[in-house]
Structure formats: C-alpha cells, structure tokens
C-alpha cells in the first residue's frame, strides 16, 4: 500500500467550529488532492497541490483552504464548518500528472467528518 | 463540464461469470481514463490506468477498454469471484499533463454470489 496517512480517521464538530483535516505521505510524490464523498455524488474534488506551497481549486472549494509548507503534509481547514460539509475525505496522491503512466492516483483510508 | 457515468449503480451475478462494469464521458477529449475499486469504509484502489492513445489494458481477470470517440469505457472481470465484490468506480482525466484532476463517476456496487 502507498504510505499515506490521514489524521483523524473519524471526527464530530459542531457547526460554526474550524477543523483541520492532514494527509501525511511517505512516498515523496509531488501531487496530492483532496476529495470528498458524498452519495450521489461520487468523489469530487476539493484542492489540489502541485508542489510545496503550490495549490489550486477543485471543482467544490468553496468553504475550504488548504496548505503544504512540506511535501509529506496537505492540511485541509474547513474555516467554519457547516452541515453541508459532513462527508467522507480522501486524500490522494500521485507522482506525476501526465507523464507516460505515473499519474496513478493513490488514496488513504478517509476521515468520515459529521458537522452538528 | 465534463460528466461521468456509470450504468448500471448495483449489479449481482452468481460466481464464476464473466461480467462487463459500462462507464461513458460527455468530452471525449480526455488524457487518460483510470478505473478503481473501492471495499466499503475504505479508500480507492487503482486497477487500470488507459491513456487516450490506448484502447485496452489488461490485469490478471481485470481487462479495461476505451472508445475515445464514442466516450465509452467498460471494465470486464473474468471468472468472478466473491473477493471480487466491492464499488468499482471509473474517472477520467479531462486535463492531463499539468494537474491529473480526475472527475469520476457514481460507480457500479457489484456483488459476486457464491
């Protein structure tokens, strides 16, 4: 298994709190991602990370921030929670985006987050 | 927008057949399409990776085709086995080269009976 680690694996917050979500890996890949998912949704993209302190939006960011001051750590911070915002989170990783077949995408196990 | 589905949501077939998971894109301009599995409570697991130049790719019982110009791609598993249940979900890679953002599909829960 790639060695990627997300703290906590569960959590229960309260609306309005801010809550810190981390992905630790061990592969030294350049890429990793934060997903949600949601039923009926499927897997959606929140942030994505492209090298130290490099991010970009996904497709759902809004409500999210995210940091990397190293490359073994992506920090996802929902700024002020909100029921909408309960879902599963997975972190991805790759070692490439699109050169000749290192783009695979490897995932953690997922925090399961439920807001108040 | 890009939009990925996957027909049909559940699927239960008794053990030892052979069976095809249908996924379909709205862009056929894609860089690569990947399919994964995922056990409930767990994360995905990558099982094939196409590029668009490609149009199959094969694992073990696992072997994955794609059709760019009809935005198609289906996963057939041979000779099914109970270990074989699980959601398999596929996502393509509208972008490629830079950033890898995959957009996926609702998968397919599949149920191997013994």
Same mark, same amino acid.
């Given at each position: 298994?790639?060695?990627i680690?997300?703290?906590?694996?569960? @959590?229960?917050?309260? /609306?309005?709190?801010p809550v810190?979500? #981390?992905?630790?890996?061990?592969?030294?890949? #350049?890429?990793?991602?934060?997903?949600?998912? +949601?039923?009926?949704?499927?897997?959606?993209?929140?942030?994505?990370?492209?090298?130290? @302190?490099?991010? +970009? @939006?996904?497709?759902?960011? +809004?409500?999210?921030s995210?940091?990397? =001051? @190293? /490359?073994?750590?992506?920090l996802?911070?929902?700024?002020?929670?909100?029921?909408?915002?309960?879902?599963?989170?997975f972190?991805?990783? =790759?070692e =490439?985006?699109?050169?000749?077949? #290192?783009?695979k995408?490897?995932?953690?196990?997922?925090t399961q987050?439920?807001?108040l | 927008? !890009?939009?990925?589905?996957?027909? %049909?949501?559940?699927?239960s077939? %008794?053990?030892?057949?052979?069976?095809?998971l249908?996924? *379909?894109?709205?862009? *056929?301009?894609?860089?690569?399409?990947?399919?994964?599995r995922?056990?409930p409570?767990k994360?995905?697991? &990558?099982l094939?990776?196409i !590029? &668009? &130049?490609?149009?199959? !790719?094969? &694992?073990?019982?696992?072997?994955?085709s794609?059709d760019?110009? *009809?935005?198609? *791609?289906t996963?057939?598993?041979?000779?099914?086995? %109970?270990g074989?249940?699980?959601?398999?979900?596929?996502a393509?890679?509208?972008?490629?080269?830079?950033?890898?953002?995959?957009?996926f599909?609702?998968?397919t829960?599949?149920a191997? !009976?013994?």
């Amino acid at each position: 298994d790639a060695g990627i680690t997300q703290s906590p694996r569960h @959590k229960v917050t309260e /609306t309005g709190t801010p809550v810190t979500l #981390r992905c630790h890996q061990t592969e030294n890949h #350049r890429y990793m991602y934060w997903y949600r998912q +949601d039923p009926g949704h499927g897997l959606r993209l929140i942030h994505y990370s492209y090298g130290v @302190k490099d991010t +970009d @939006k996904g497709e759902v960011s +809004d409500g999210y921030s995210v940091s990397r =001051s @190293k /490359t073994e750590d992506f920090l996802l911070t929902l700024e002020s929670a909100t029921s909408s915002q309960t879902s599963v989170y997975f972190c991805a990783i =790759s070692e =490439s985006a699109g050169e000749g077949g #290192r783009e695979k995408l490897f995932f953690g196990s997922g925090t399961q987050l439920s807001v108040l | 927008k !890009q939009e990925v589905t996957q027909i %049909p949501a559940a699927l239960s077939v %008794p053990e030892g057949e052979n069976l095809v998971l249908n996924c *379909s894109f709205t862009d *056929s301009a894609i860089y690569n399409l990947q399919w994964f599995r995922q056990d409930p409570g767990k994360g995905l697991t &990558s099982l094939l990776l196409i !590029q &668009s &130049s490609q149009r199959e !790719q094969t &694992s073990g019982r696992l072997n994955a085709s794609l059709d760019k110009s *009809s935005g198609r *791609s289906t996963l057939y598993i041979a000779a099914s086995q %109970p270990g074989d249940s699980a959601t398999y979900l596929c996502a393509v890679n509208p972008w490629g080269g830079a950033t890898n953002k995959l957009i996926f599909g609702t998968g397919t829960l599949l149920a191997v !009976q013994p």
